[in-house]
């Protein structure tokens, strides 16, 4: 479980990014993370895995308190959260393969991480997670050669080989089409399930969010403006998370394109 | 505005550019004259007039060269391959670390650590091979040595630079994707950085290689080694058919050089 | 049980790679033994070297002021004058050795003297060049003009080359001139890059003076040479210092300049 008290972040000299926000994560919960650009999404999940430093507030995940650690509990902590990115993120120049091992990092000593010597337990993983993700083919393809969808597949086979109690996902289908971002939505959903495991899903695409996870938050300015399910979510929230808008699908929309 | 003063607007601009223009040309040139004049205050005149005369008579005694003398030139162009390769081998070893501590996403320390990275570049840019090569002659004693120090020396700074800057441009997200899976410093520069940066890396070493194997064909003028000593010494006793010979052969190891290391960028990069 | 091993992009082949590892090593132990050092001389050099040391932190500007004062002047004049001269005059070696606006045998020629240009180092340039026109300055000037018009021609080259085509028949179709169609076409396309690589070059010829001084061809070289043949450290150690500063100060404001310009 994932509990955040009175978190708060502020840059250096700027305005407060995140300001006292507190939430509770049971497992197995998927969370959609909504709001306009600048409310402090991505802010929130780094604070989580402490790529960025929060200001103050604790964050605790299953008992463990990780706002204080020391750099090198910090890094041992990172294990238990994966991470999914917008752009993916992986190294282009490595093989598929050593980038979902290098999701083993943590659990590794140097020598062992830079002969490429990993145990074997973990080699087998890699490959039943990328047997799972639908790339055994292409385990020793370089990571430049493959498609948008693929690659981010092999993010999520990445963050699996951590065999994390978390998965924080940062904008999983901004670069996507909206038919892949389909598949990978339902993808990171379904291996939720199936491995009881909480994520925290950082999204621009309401319907989306909305047709794929269990609870919906909506971060506005800094504030939790809204935390319920999905099904919740209407017109109203929508203005309070977003601000005015002709939120109607229909045609009506047509002449208010200027935005 | 109407369009008439938008249109003298636009003519004193471009009038206003011109005048800049000119007036730097003509500041320059001014400065130029006067350097001219200053610089020629030792020249003797008459040494350069006959400059013909003398190219002539240059000529006709380099000419032909003295082809039997390369015999004796195998040992020392050996020399000058092994001073450019172990040279840059010694270049590399040292730029290393210090191109890591002088990147701004990699330096332990913006503040503290990064000047000092950055003023170790720059010293060993500004200063020339071959002053190295005279300054490590007077401790070392002459020799190869004194050659694969002043080329390793001149290497650190070109090769840190070109480095440090590589690391600077990565893509920042990888990386950011490496930490978050707990990853230690080392082990997220053997996965996140290296692959990233390797084949600018690879570049960069095979270019300053084909530059040293130029610089270490004259470092035996001052007595670093190889076959400049034997350029040196014909020069002093004015063997002008063994000096064509040198010339030639430097000339052909250089076009050699660059041949190889183009081939090699395309073989490893590609 | 799934076995794994890291694939090589750059040799696939573990055989041609463990045999390129292994010719790299006997390589570097057949170069690394021909390296005879004299330990002895080393020793005796350590003292020196330690001297040496302690002098570039304590340098002496004083003694050999004029010299020293000499010398700088004689490599700023002769890095002015030989940038704007080899400047001007690659200007139409770029130009003619450009594929694209120039005719075949004047192509020839110029490709030819920008290869042995940027092939001869400065330094046994300057060799002959003092031979031919006796010690001092202008062999120097010679020497840098010489390799500037190498440096900069290749880059005009290449630069003019590469530019955009449909700009070039453009003015061409106007009915422009040969002259005309490079002020107007070319010339813009091509004047922010060269302007760059000017002051670059620049640079590189403060430094080169520096060194040509030791094979007779004037400037700083000269006068470090003779401070540390005269075993005058703390003199050679502010020569050096200089160097550095003013080459730190001609990247700066070079650096400063491109931005402006651009």
Redesign the interface.
């Known amino acids: 479980m994932l509990k955040i008290e009175h978190l708060k972040k502020q840059y250096k000299k700027g305005p407060l990014v995140l300001n006292d926000i507190n939430l509770e994560i049971p497992e197995g919960q998927i969370v959609g993370l909504i709001g306009p650009s600048g409310a402090g999404k991505s802010t929130l999940i780094r604070c989580i895995?402490r790529?960025i430093k929060p200001s103050s507030g604790s964050i605790s995940l299953d008992g463990t308190n990780l706002s204080e650690a020391s750099p090198k509990k910090i890094?041992?902590?990172?294990?238990y959260?994966g991470?999914i990115?917008?752009?993916y993120?992986?190294?282009?120049?490595?093989?598929v393969?050593?980038n979902v091992l290098?999701?083993?990092?943590?659990?590794?000593s140097?020598w062992q991480?830079?002969t490429?010597r990993?145990p074997?337990k973990d080699?087998?993983n890699?490959?039943d997670y990328l047997q799972r993700v639908g790339l055994i083919d292409h385990?020793?393809k370089?990571a430049d050669e493959l498609s948008g969808g693929q690659r981010q597949r092999v993010?999520i086979a990445?963050a699996l080989a951590?065999d994390p109690r978390l998965l924080?996902v940062d904008e999983p289908t901004a670069s996507l089409d909206p038919k892949t971002s389909r598949q990978i939505m339902r993808l990171i959903q379904s291996i939720c399930r199936e491995k009881g495991l909480p994520a925290i899903i950082n999204i621009h695409d309401v319907p989306l969010a909305m047709q794929f996870v269990d609870r919906i938050i909506g971060l506005q300015g800094g504030d939790i403006v809204f935390d319920g399910q999905a099904s919740e979510l209407n017109e109203q929230v929508l203005t309070r998370i977003y601000g005015d808008e002709d939120w109607q699908p229909a045609d009506e929309q047509q002449d208010k394109g200027d935005d | 505005m109407d369009q008439l003063t938008q249109h003298t607007l636009w003519q004193s601009n471009i009038r206003r550019k011109n005048w800049l223009v000119w007036g730097t040309c003509f500041v320059l040139a001014l400065l130029t004259v006067y350097c001219w004049s200053i610089m020629n205050k030792d020249t003797i005149w008459e040494f350069v007039y006959d400059a013909p005369e003398q190219g002539a008579d240059l000529v006709s005694r380099m000419f032909p060269p003295d082809w039997f003398y390369i015999n004796k030139l195998y040992k020392a162009l050996w020399d000058t391959i092994n001073i450019a390769t172990l040279g840059t081998l010694l270049g590399l070893i040292i730029a290393l670390p210090v191109a890591f501590l002088a990147a701004r996403n990699t330096t332990p320390s913006v503040l503290f650590v990064r000047p000092i990275a950055l003023f170790i570049i720059a010293a060993s840019r500004s200063i020339n091979s071959l002053i190295w090569a005279l300054l490590l002659v007077m401790i070392l004693g002459p020799g190869i040595l004194a050659g694969v120090l002043a080329i390793g020396l001149r290497s650190v700074g070109f090769i840190a630079k070109l480095f440090y800057e590589s690391i600077e441009e990565i893509n920042a997200t990888s990386v950011e994707a490496i930490e978050s899976t707990g990853a230690s410093r080392f082990q997220v520069i053997n996965y996140a950085i290296i692959p990233q940066v390797l084949p600018a890396f690879l570049g960069v070493i095979i270019f300053r290689w084909d530059i040293n194997i130029r610089e270490s064909t004259i470092l035996g003028l001052v007595g670093a080694g190889g076959i400049g000593l034997f350029l040196s010494s014909s020069l002093n006793v004015l063997a002008w058919p063994q000096v064509t010979l040198i010339i030639v052969v430097i000339l052909a190891t250089v076009i050699v050089s660059e041949f190889l290391s183009a081939k090699v960028r395309a073989l490893l990069i590609g | 049980m799934r076995h794994w091993e890291r694939p090589h992009y750059i040799v696939a082949s573990k055989f041609w790679r463990l045999s390129l590892w292994l010719l790299f090593f006997v390589y570097l132990v057949i170069g690394i033994g021909s390296i005879d050092v004299n330990w002895t001389r080393v020793y005796e050099g350590l003292e020196r070297g330690s001297n040496f040391l302690s002098a570039f932190l304590h340098p002496d500007f004083i003694t050999r002021s004029n010299d020293i004062y000499a010398g700088i002047l004689e490599s700023l004049t002769i890095t002015v004058t030989s940038t704007v001269a080899g400047i001007l005059l690659s200007i139409p070696f770029g130009i003619g050795a450009a594929r694209n606006i120039s005719i075949k045998p004047i192509y020839l020629f110029c490709r030819a003297f920008i290869a042995v240009s940027r092939s001869m180092q400065e330094v046994i340039v300057a060799i002959f060049l003092v031979a031919l026109f006796g010690f001092g300055a202008f062999a120097g000037f010679l020497t840098l003009t010489y390799a500037t018009i190498g440096f900069l021609g290749k880059l005009l080259a290449e630069e003019i080359e590469g530019i955009d085509r449909k700009q070039l028949e453009a003015i061409k179709s106007t009915g422009a001139s040969w002259l005309q169609s490079i002020h107007m076409a070319i010339w813009p396309q091509v004047m922010p890059r060269m302007v760059g690589l000017s002051f670059y070059r620049f640079d590189i010829n403060f430094r080169e003076s520096a060194v040509i001084g030791i094979v007779g061809a004037g400037g700083i070289g000269a006068t470090l040479n003779t401070a540390i043949d005269r075993y005058e450290y703390d003199s050679a150690g502010a020569i050096l210092l200089l160097i550095i500063i003013i080459v730190m100060i001609c990247e700066y404001l070079s650096g400063w300049i491109r931005k402006w310009i651009s």
Do not use: K
């Open positions: 895995n790529l890094r041992q902590q990172r294990r959260i991470m990115f917008q752009e993120a992986l190294v282009e120049r490595l093989s393969m050593e290098s999701g083993r990092l943590g659990y590794l140097f991480s830079f490429r990993y074997q080699i087998d890699a490959f385990a020793n370089r993010g990445r951590q924080l």
